[in-house]
């Protein structure tokens, strides 16, 4: 389950607040109530400045969260279906369903965020100086003459052409409709984006040292998370390459055992999780499936009531998402494991239960579809192992968010 906040949909997605947000809110109003307002605007008392950073925070991230729709908006009109943004740390993060297989729908995607943010700036900065012009109030005026700023230098920072950032996206998009090679596009714009993360990390550690702790560290992380991010963009190409063309049925396993929604838990953990040490399955219901039970299902019940605890009070009824067909290619499964925060779907053919599919499933048809030695001199398939497959928050992010991962500032 993803920790954090549901807010509210517009446009048909919903719109979520991580509680690591809460950190970087706290610190951009402090840094605007106690540093960029008194110099820019002095002359006010301390409370009208925390008034100034809390409601200029607020329209910050709404701003990014307007980049983030806009991207969204645009991915859904052309057939890459997004859920859910969540607002965290470093920003936003829309969730796809898959990766664009097109570089005219990637450029397309790519060129709406930075579209929407010098929208933004123009709107901000048209109202400023009707607001200057109608009623001379220096609390508004500076507000919005922050928000232009801001908005501007969201469009320059997201114009980088270093990949995962939009005009990485942009350049890997006419790299790619030039060349027709994605490997070979994303091998360039991932290398430049790592670049630009070292010189941002340089420069963290530049003001470290120059006594600007805060800001210094805070470049030093977005750096960290910029480079890891680039990098997981071009381990994602190799990884769709090595699975081209494999179904889900060529790596899911046949033999489902599947557990009654009727079942008391004792009963479940006695005869199903001892017995065939997986770590979920599928619940059934006259013969039609119901659910997914997992370990993590399980554990939230006390030991002392399993006996009068059943499968269906506690697992996870939302199977329609889970599903995936046994026609659908293997990188759809891992995308949708990866966006749900899932480690395995069942599948279906034709409304029936054939089989079920995991992360591991995928790495071993991996390892056979690979020779041992290509994968030896392969530093990207060490990380597979090591992260890709591990079910950590971090990672469940690095696939969905190699599309949108830029708004730090």
Not at 236 to 244: G, R, T
Not at 252 to 262: A, L, P, R
Not at 309 to 328: L, R, Y
Not at 358 to 364: A, G, L, S, V, W
Request: hydrophobic share 55%; net charge positive.
């Amino acid at each position: 389950m993803t920790r954090g906040i549901k807010l509210f949909k517009i446009l048909g997605i919903q719109v979520s607040l991580d509680f690591t947000w809460f950190v970087v809110f706290s610190l951009v109003v402090w840094s605007l109530a106690v540093g960029y307002f008194p110099v820019q605007y002095p002359g006010q008392v301390g409370l009208t400045y925390f008034l100034m950073g809390i409601i200029s925070s607020l329209l910050l991230f709404a701003s990014v969260l307007f980049h983030e729709l806009s991207h969204s908006h645009v991915a859904n009109k052309l057939g890459l279906e997004i859920k859910e943004i969540t607002l965290f740390i470093f920003g936003g993060v829309a969730k796809l369903s898959k990766e664009p297989d097109d570089p005219m729908i990637e450029l397309k995607i790519a060129i709406a965020g930075p579209l929407s943010s010098v929208f933004l700036a123009a709107l901000f900065w048209v109202l400023k100086n009707i607001i200057e012009t109608a009623i001379a109030s220096p609390f508004i005026t500076a507000i919005l003459g922050y928000l232009v700023m801001i908005n501007i230098v969201l469009v320059v920072f997201n114009l980088i052409p270093g990949f995962p950032l939009d005009g990485g996206r942009v350049l890997r998009a006419i790299l790619w409709l030039r060349t027709g090679d994605v490997q070979k596009a994303t091998e360039v714009t991932s290398s430049i984006g790592k670049g630009f993360a070292m010189l941002l990390i340089f420069f963290g550690i530049v003001q470290i040292l120059a006594a600007n702790f805060l800001g210094g560290m805070w470049a030093v992380f977005i750096g960290l998370f910029l480079q890891q991010a680039a990098e997981s963009g071009y381990q994602q190409v190799l990884l769709k390459k090595a699975l081209l063309g494999v179904n889900v049925k060529d790596a899911m396993t046949k033999d489902v055992v599947t557990i009654s929604s009727d079942y008391a838990i004792a009963k479940v953990v006695e005869d199903f999780f001892f017995v065939y040490h997986f770590i979920g399955f599928p619940v059934v219901s006259d013969g039609h499936l119901v659910g997914m039970l997992t370990l993590n299902d399980v554990r939230t019940v006390p030991k002392q009531e399993w006996h009068n605890t059943f499968v269906k009070d506690v697992m996870d009824s939302n199977i329609n998402n889970m599903i995936i067909e046994a026609k659908d290619n293997v990188m759809d499964a891992l995308t949708k494991m990866i966006s749900l925060e899932k480690g395995r779907l069942p599948v279906m053919d034709n409304n029936k239960l054939v089989g079920i599919i995991t992360r591991q499933d995928i790495m071993k048809l991996m390892v056979i579809k690979q020779r041992p030695a290509d994968w030896r001199g392969n530093r990207y398939f060490a990380v597979f192992r090591v992260n890709l497959f591990r079910r950590n928050k971090f990672i469940n992010h690095l696939i969905p968010a190699v599309n949108i991962l830029k708004k730090y500032l």
